[in-house]
């Protein structure tokens, strides 16, 4: 009898330890992003480390949620052409990601692993569907990392930003994604 008791016990705490070490949503309130643009007159940097984003182990679906307002600029000056012109962020003050990461995860991993993330970018009131990479990594099967680097065209959002200001005449902006989870 004293064996099925030890056993039994022996098995819960397992159990238990189990269930804490996979954790079903992660989050962070401090993700970055930072947009990266080859201007003819200099280059453009904003970062932003007020984004909210949501992770579920179990279905693997992410989330980011990105205060316009709250990218830094490189050069200040520019800070309120991009708020009030180009994004219009008293119109449009978020903009969201929500996607399912395609590939299965191995929480057990703790070195890199590739992924493709598929699934909605809601930017300037515009909806499109995107298929980004990234790189996860677990450590402790209890921190979860993500980082990603993709380009959008500011036309697919109706960014309207002067060609003028585009080096090489392309609508591009690069995102760089970076979060921490626990």
């Known amino acids: 009898m004293q064996k099925l008791v030890l056993l039994t016990g022996v098995f819960l ?33 904003a970062t932003n480390t007020a984004v909210k984003s949501t992770f579920n182990s179990q279905t693997k679906m992410v989330s980011f949620l990105i205060p316009v307002k709250q ?3 490189n050069n200040p000056i520019l800070q309120q052409p991009f708020n009030e012109t180009y994004l219009e962020a008293s119109k449009y003050p978020l ?26 970018l809601n930017m300037h009131g515009v909806r499109k569907k995107r298929i980004i990479p990234a790189t996860i990594v677990v450590k402790n099967r209890q921190v979860i990392t993500c980082q990603s680097s993709f380009d959008i065209n500011t036309n697919d959002h109706k960014i309207k930003i002067p060609p003028a200001l585009f ?14 989870y626990n």
């Open 13 to 45: 705490l397992i159990l238990g330890h189990r269930s804490q070490a996979q954790k079903k949503i992660y989050s962070t309130k401090n993700s970055k992003v930072t947009l990266f643009l080859n201007s003819t007159l200099q280059p453009i940097k």
């Open 71 to 73: 990218f830094q600029f």
């Open 95 to 120: 903009s969201k990601f929500e996607g399912m990461v395609k590939e299965p995860i191995d929480f057990n991993k703790t070195s890199p692993q590739k992924v493709t993330v598929i699934g909605y």
């Open 167 to 180: 080096k090489d005449g392309q609508k591009k902006v690069k995102i760089n994604l970076s979060a921490n």
